[in-house]
């Protein structure tokens, strides 16, 4: 026989484990994380609901960067095995690392979609854009973050010096223009003169 109490604990333990179930039918295919199948495990019904709402941020999270990087041909490996092993802190900041390393990867892949100015043109000249942006997206694909950060960076950075290299080139030539034309002009003065 059951006591009060007893049955009061079968009762949070059926609705947990209901919670639980709804939990997993709409997780895609990934098991739980760790910490809410051992707060399961261990009886201790009352830290479900929240675990429950912290995973779901996080599954939410891992399918709103797997869609962004998706759009630039990425997928970074590991989302899954990181989610149902690993504690739910170390998940969020796995996940939002990815978050922002995919961001920098779009934003580096956006450039291609500005239309630069004159100058920006003639200092992106002799670039190779697309090849550093396709060792980005290979990197994320590899998982490797920090190698397609540093890839997107420069991109980047590049972009935003491309109007200042574009006038110091377009300076340069101007000058040494200046210089051969001065050339000329007294080559052609005195050849007149003699």
């Not at 980005?136 to 109007?163: H, T």
């Not at 006038?167 to 000329?184: C, E, K, Y």
Request: proline letters at 2%; hydrophobic letters at 45%; glycine letters at 10%.
């Amino acid at each position: 026989m059951v006591s009060g109490a007893g049955r009061s604990e079968l009762i949070r333990r059926e609705a947990a484990r209901a919670q639980y179930q709804e939990f997993v039918a709409s997780a895609g295919g990934w098991g739980a994380p760790y910490e809410l199948r051992s707060a399961l495990a261990g009886w201790s019904f009352d830290e479900v609901p929240a675990l429950i709402v912290v995973s779901a941020e996080l599954l939410a999270l891992h399918r709103d960067v797997e869609a962004r990087a998706a759009a630039i041909g990425a997928s970074i490996p590991g989302g899954r095995d990181l989610f149902e092993t690993s504690s739910l802190g170390t998940v969020r900041a796995a996940f939002e690392a990815r978050a922002d390393t995919v961001d920098l990867v779009v934003a580096a892949a956006d450039l291609d979609r500005q239309k630069p100015g004159l100058l920006q043109r003639i200092g992106l000249v002799g670039n190779n854009r697309e090849q550093v942006l396709e060792r980005a997206v290979d990197a994320l694909n590899r998982g490797d973050l920090g190698d397609a950060e540093r890839l997107s960076q420069s991109l980047l950075a590049e972009y935003s010096s491309a109007a200042d290299l574009g006038l110091d080139r377009a300076l340069g030539a101007t000058a040494a223009f200046s210089v051969l034309l001065g050339i000329g002009f007294g080559y052609w003065s005195t050849r007149r003169d003699a």
